[in-house]
C-alpha cells in the first residue's frame, strides 16, 4: 500500500521544489525554462495581497510530486470571472495513481469558492495521456489556436 498523497496551498518554503517542477514540466513539454530568478518572482506572485499566482502542492511523505497553479481571469464574454489553470503537473512515476485527480479537485473547489463560472486551460495536442485525464474529469475540449508575441520580438502596432 503507497502513502497517501496530501494537496494543500504553496509554502514560501516549497519554492525551490517548484521552480524544479517547473523545470521538469517544461522538458516533458518539450519547452525551454531558465531558472534563474523564477524562486523570487514566483515569491511575490504568489505571496503578494492578494496574490496573483494561487499554487498547490502535491507531497507524499513531505516529497513534493506535483503542482498545479492557477490566476483569476476575466471574461468579457462571460462578464464574469473564470480561473486560468496555467500549469498541472505530476513527476515521473507519481502518475495514475490520483495525484492529478487530488490536484484537479484542489483547483476546482478553489474556482467555486472564488465564484468563478469555469476553468480554462490548455495543454500540447500530443499530449494524449493529458487529454484523456482531463475528459474523465468531465472537463470539454474547444479547439483553438494558441499565440505568442515575445515583447522582444515585437514591432510598433502597425495602425
Known amino acids: ?7 494543500r496551498r504553496a509554502r514560501p ?9 517547473c523545470g521538469e514540466h517544461a522538458a516533458y513539454e518539450r519547452a525551454s525554462y531558465a531558472p534563474a530568478g523564477k524562486a523570487e518572482a ?5 505571496f503578494s495581497t492578494p496574490p496573483r499566482l ?3 502542492v502535491a507531497e507524499v ?3 513534493p510530486v ?3 497553479t492557477a490566476t483569476l481571469e476575466f471574461s468579457t464574454w462571460q462578464a464574469g470571472e473564470f480561473l486560468h489553470m496555467d500549469c498541472l503537473y505530476v513527476r515521473a512515476g ?10 484537479l479537485h484542489a483547483v ?19 499530449n494524449a495521456d493529458a487529454a484523456r485525464f482531463y475528459r474523465r474529469s468531465g472537463a470539454v475540449e474547444k479547439a483553438k489556436r494558441r499565440f505568442l508575441l515575445s515583447m522582444a520580438q515585437a514591432g510598433g502596432t502597425g495602425g
Do not use: K, N
Not at 94 to 103: E, H, Q
Not at 108 to 126: H, L, S
Open 1 to 7: 500500500m503507497s502513502a497517501a498523497c496530501i494537496v
Open 13 to 21: 518554503d516549497d519554492l525551490a521544489a517548484l521552480v524544479a517542477m
Open 42 to 46: 514566483l515569491s511575490r506572485a504568489l
Open 108 to 126: 476546482v473547489d478553489f474556482a467555486r469558492r472564488a465564484g468563478c463560472a469555469e476553468i480554462q486551460w490548455q495543454t500540447p495536442a500530443w
Open 94 to 103: 507519481r502518475r495514475d495513481g490520483g495525484t492529478g485527480a487530488a490536484l
Open 54 to 56: 494561487h499554487a498547490w
Open 61 to 63: 511523505l513531505g516529497e
Open 66 to 68: 506535483g503542482y498545479a
